[in-house]
T-cell receptor, first 119, second 110 residues
Framework: KAGVTQTPRYLIKTRGQQVTLSCSPI?????VSWYQQTPGQGLQFLFEYFSETQRNKGNFPGRFSGRQFSNSRSEMNVSTLELGDSALYLC??????????????????FGNGTRLTVT | DAKTTQPTSMDCAEGRAANLPCNHSTISGNEYVYWYRQIHSQGPQYIIHGLKNNETNEMASLIITEDRKSSTLILPHATLRDTAVYYC???????????FGSGTQLTVLP
């Protein structure tokens, strides 16, 4: 079974630009979560999508947005990039969120991330 | 999410068992203990999880104390490729998000 796939693997953008990152979950997984990882802040939750709806959201500004398609694939968009947005962006999938019938007994599986550098 | 406590770093000789401890003294009855690891520049990799009983899979074994306040991840025959940061997490509440602590940097030495 193929794992979580994220594209692109690396990205370099300039301040003020926008960027779109893509994630394909494990087959059969309908929940997709996005995380930002930086050396200083560690792993921080951005949002979770299930059935094309945002179910949970972390504490990030509105410049960070996402969507999910009917095939469960997800995209994340960051507008008006800032230097501080440089990070590893991780996508993770699982069958379903807890509040939608998912189980504690079902791990999140992560992709290898997109390394975004803002200059 | 409640906080777990892990040593900052550990070394292990190649071929020997690596035993990584974790304290989760505030764990509640319905919370699982999950272990992930992250090799530099890659995403976190799921290793194993458990509730009360000891668990084993193709990657590792998980030993949970009877009072569930601590656990140990065992890599039975560590290889150089097991060098990574290992995170112990207790999934709390509605488990809407994961919170990783600082983890343990395991270095497997040749």
């Amino acid at each position: 079974k193929a794992g979580v796939t994220q594209t692109p693997r690396y990205l370099i953008k300039t301040r003020g630009q926008q960027v779109t990152l893509s994630c394909s979950p494990i087959s059969g997984h309908r929940s997709v979560s996005w995380y930002q990882q930086t050396p200083g802040q560690g792993l921080q939750f951005l949002f979770e999508y299930f059935s094309e709806t945002q179910r949970n959201k972390g504490n990030f500004p509105g410049r960070f947005s996402g969507r999910q398609f009917s095939n469960s694939r997800s995209e994340m968009n960051v507008s008006t990039l800032e230097l501080g947005d440089s990070a590893l962006y991780l996508c993770a999938s699982r069958p379903a969120p807890i509040e939608s019938g998912g189980s504690y007994n079902s791990p999140l599986h992560f992709g290898n991330g997109t390394r975004l550098t803002v200059t | 999410d409640a906080k777990t406590t892990q040593p900052t770093s550990m070394d292990c000789a190649e071929g020997r068992a690596a035993n990584l401890p974790c304290n989760h003294s505030t764990i509640s009855g319905n919370e699982y203990v999950y272990w992930y690891r992250q090799i530099h520049s890659q995403g976190p990799q799921y290793i194993i999880h458990g509730l009360k009983n000891n668990e084993t899979n193709e990657m590792a074994s998980l030993i949970i104390t009877e009072d569930r306040k601590s656990s140990t991840l065992i890599l039975p025959h560590a290889t150089l490729r097991d060098t990574a940061v290992y995170y112990c997490i207790q999934i709390s509440g509605s488990a809407r998000q994961l919170t990783f602590g600082s983890g343990t940097q395991l270095t497997v030495l040749p």
